[in-house]
C-alpha cells in the first residue's frame, strides 16, 4: 500500500527523485495527511525537494475511509509552505466544492475519484446532469467509436 510510504521518508525521497531524474515527463505525487499539520508540511517539503511538479493531497489520514469527512482546513498550510502546485482530494462531490475548496485553501486544482464516478458532469459549471443523461450520451459516444473501429478494420 503507498500510504506505508508515509513512514519512510527518506525512502520516498529516494523513489521521487530517482523518477524526476530519469523520467523526462512531470512527476507528481500524492499522500494522504499526516496526524499533524506540521508533519504533513515536513513531508511535502521533503517531497518538493526531489523535483516533483505537483503534490496531490489526499484530505484524510490512512486510517480514515470515506465516511470520515475531508480535513480541507490542512490544505491552506500546505498550500502556503511550498511553491509547487497543491491538488486538493477528498470530498468534492460538485462543482460548488471545487470552486469553495479552491478558494478556501489557494490549492492550485483538485482532484475528483467518487464524485466523477458517479456522475463526470461534476466538472460542469451549470452543475451536474441527470446521472441518465450522461449514460445515454456514452453509450452513443461508445457506439460511434465501435462503429468507426469497424469501419477502420
Given amino acids: 500500500m503507498g500510504a506505508a510510504l508515509l513512514s519512510k521518508p527518506e525512502t520516498v525521497r529516494e523513489i521521487l527523485t530517482t523518477l524526476v531524474r530519469n523520467i523526462p515527463r512531470p512527476i507528481?505525487?500524492?499522500?494522504?495527511?499526516?496526524?499533524?499539520?506540521?508533519?504533513?508540511?515536513?513531508?511535502?517539503?521533503?517531497?518538493?525537494q526531489t523535483g516533483v511538479s505537483a503534490i496531490a493531497?489526499?484530505?484524510?489520514?490512512?486510517?480514515e475511509r470515506p465516511r470520515?469527512?475531508?480535513?480541507?482546513?490542512?490544505?491552506?498550510?500546505?498550500?502556503?509552505?511550498?511553491?509547487?502546485?497543491?491538488?486538493?482530494?477528498?470530498?468534492?462531490?460538485?462543482?460548488?466544492?471545487?470552486l469553495h475548496i479552491k478558494q478556501e485553501t489557494?490549492?492550485?486544482s483538485v482532484m475528483i475519484g467518487r464524485g466523477a464516478i458517479k456522475n463526470t458532469s461534476i466538472f460542469q459549471a451549470q452543475g451536474p446532469r441527470p446521472r441518465d443523461d450522461v449514460l445515454r450520451d456514452y453509450i452513443k459516444i461508445v457506439g460511434k467509436?465501435?462503429?468507426?473501429c469497424h469501419i477502420l478494420s
Fill in 28 to 48: 507528481t505525487c500524492k499522500i494522504r495527511l499526516l496526524k499533524t499539520t506540521e508533519r504533513t508540511i515536513d513531508l511535502v517539503k521533503l517531497i518538493e
Fill in 57 to 63: 493531497v489526499h484530505c484524510r489520514t490512512i486510517n
Fill in 68 to 98: 470520515d469527512p475531508a480535513h480541507w482546513d490542512q490544505v491552506g498550510p500546505i498550500v502556503s509552505a511550498v511553491s509547487i502546485p497543491v491538488i486538493a482530494n477528498g470530498d468534492i462531490r460538485c462543482y460548488e466544492d471545487i
Fill in 106 to 108: 489557494g490549492c492550485s
Fill in 145 to 148: 467509436l465501435l462503429n468507426l
